[in-house]
């Protein structure tokens, strides 16, 4: 299976900053990766898909991008409604798996 | 607008099997695949199994040998079962749909399984 390596684990910001998280894969998965959204007591949600398409509804804030192992996912303003944890997933190789996950909270 | 609405027992017995029941409304099980994905704090988020939209199912591995998912599209329903759970098989159980051309878009609410005598 492949390995999905996100990072970091845990990011403390405060709202109107600029966040980062990675995604590493263990094997090339081209870019077929999706991004989420969980938020306490939700299920996820789709954010991104193919790496950087936005999916319907999502403010523009949230972006992605990457391809082949290395991937990145952005919120360019960090706003306090986006406290939630976030992972990455392939989708390129059975079975599809994600990333261990990254909580974002906000100062 | 499109739902996924998940039906099962909270607490099975260990060795006893697992079934959820997921019940879509908004679209067509003849258009879309339905995957089922478990979420535990041990293991984060494992993806289990689905079923396209033709009928078809592919497995994880992991659980081929104790997994089924089954359908049918006129009840818009999808079933799913595990058998032989243990302990660490205690997670939250969800369904969700994919399009071919996107990720999965919509989430059932979850079923919480505790596995436990």
């Known amino acids: 299976s492949i390995v999905m390596t996100q990072t970091p684990k845990f990011l403390l910001v405060s709202a109107g900053d600029r966040v980062t998280i990675t995604c590493k894969a263990s094997q090339s998965v081209s870019n077929d990766v999706a991004w989420y959204q969980q938020k306490p007591g939700q299920s996820p949600k789709l954010l991104i898909y193919y790496a950087s398409n936005r999916y319907t509804g999502v403010p523009d804030r949230f972006t992605g991008s990457g391809y082949g192992t290395d991937f990145t996912f952005t919120i360019s303003t960090v706003q306090a409604e986006d406290l939630a944890v976030y992972f990455c997933?392939?989708?390129?190789?059975?079975?599809?798996?994600f990333g261990g996950g990254t909580k974002l909270e906000i100062k | 607008q499109v739902q996924l609405k998940q039906s099962g027992p909270g607490l099975v017995q260990p060795s006893q099997s697992l079934s959820i029941t997921c019940t879509v409304s908004?679209?067509?099980?003849?258009?879309?695949?339905v995957h089922w994905v478990r979420q535990s704090p041990g293991k984060g988020l494992e993806w289990l199994g689905v079923i396209w939209s033709g009928g078809s199912t592919d497995y994880n591995a992991a659980f081929i040998s104790r997994l089924s998912i089954s359908k049918d599209n006129s009840k818009s329903q999808v079933f799913f079962k595990m058998n032989s759970l243990q302990a660490d098989d205690t997670a939250i159980y969800y369904c969700?749909?994919?399009?071919?051309?996107?990720?999965?878009?919509?989430w059932g609410q979850g079923t919480s399984v505790t596995v436990s005598s």
């Open positions: 997933q392939q989708d390129y190789s059975s079975p599809p798996t």
């Open positions: 969700a749909r994919k399009a071919t051309a996107t990720a999965m878009d919509y």
């Open positions: 908004g679209f067509s099980l003849t258009s879309y695949g």
